[in-house]
């Protein structure tokens, strides 16, 4: 589709195949990644989400199947796969642990570096990324070393943003970080959304809250395959098939498919806390349903 800036065509890929320990991560799966907007990805350990990342920007290729970039296979010449890792930027779990310049200017420019530009640009470049993952530019000349794991994550990811790619891939982005740090995170991810609306985003997360509060679009992994897609409303809509998966819900969904099993005629798609607010008072006669 025209609205698409990444397909995958019934893709499969196999670890270790024809070994003991062979193991299907993808079986088969076919999806649409929509230009722009931020799509999130859920789905038990081990149901693919982290291959299916590493596939799209070519650090793995498909045992069958096809995968397109902006319409075209980033598997018909090895020669653009470098140009496909910078167009979608991977921030891999962890990143901070891939920090290893002296100064936190000197690891944000590392990629537009790589990418041949030229100073001026790469200091812009770098300026900007800073700002959007809410650091000043006071710790430009700090050693990444020296900072919080929260801080060394968005410098990790700042160095990716610098890129300035078409797709912006990220697995798991918060893991690990406290409630602050969480919103720091996701706080970056919505300030590069608004000054990048044309960008595409994707985020593997565990977090449901996460994936409901950010997500324009999520997908569903189950067991190596594609179990369903649609907006947050869609998916969490289906709370049985979810629940059903090994998946939890966002704690209000959870909540008002708690009060629905009790007979209180609540719909049970709703994710966010003010649904919930306003379809209370509808129920209790204190407002009128939008």
Request: proline content about 4%.
């Amino acid at each position: 589709m025209a609205n698409d800036i990444i397909v995958f065509d019934k893709v499969s890929y196999i670890y270790g195949e024809k070994t003991p320990g062979e193991k299907i991560a993808l079986d088969n799966i076919s999806i649409n990644i929509e230009r722009s907007g931020i799509t999130g990805i859920i789905g038990h350990t081990g149901s693919g989400k982290s291959t299916l990342l590493r596939l799209m920007n070519g650090l793995l290729k498909p045992k069958t199947g096809k995968i397109y970039l902006d319409g075209k296979d980033i598997h018909d010449d090895k020669r653009n796969l470098r140009d496909v890792r910078f167009r979608v930027g991977l921030v891999f779990q962890y990143p901070e642990y891939q920090l290893f310049e002296e100064t936190v200017y000197k690891d944000i420019a590392f990629g537009p570096k790589n990418m041949g530009l030229d100073e001026e640009e790469i200091d812009q470049r770098v300026k900007r990324a800073i700002e959007f993952v809410g650091l000043t530019e006071d710790y430009m000349e700090k050693s990444p070393f020296d900072l919080s794991g929260g801080e060394k994550r968005r410098v990790a990811i700042a160095g990716i943003i610098a890129m300035e790619p078409e797709v912006l891939v990220l697995d798991e982005p918060a893991a690990g970080l406290d409630p602050i740090g969480r919103e720091e995170i996701f706080g970056g991810l919505e300030r590069y959304r608004r000054a990048k609306p044309e960008a595409s985003v994707i985020i593997v997360s565990h977090s449901m809250e996460d994936m409901a509060r950010y997500c324009d679009r999520i997908i569903v992994m189950n067991e190596s395959r594609v179990m369903m897609s649609g907006t947050p409303r869609e998916v969490f809509g289906q709370g049985d098939r979810i629940i059903s998966s090994g998946l939890g819900l966002p704690q209000i969904t959870r909540i008002m498919n708690e009060l629905s099993k009790k007979g209180m005629p609540v719909r049970t798609d709703i994710y966010t806390v003010k649904e919930a607010q306003e379809e209370l008072m509808r129920i209790l006669g204190g407002g009128k349903r939008c």
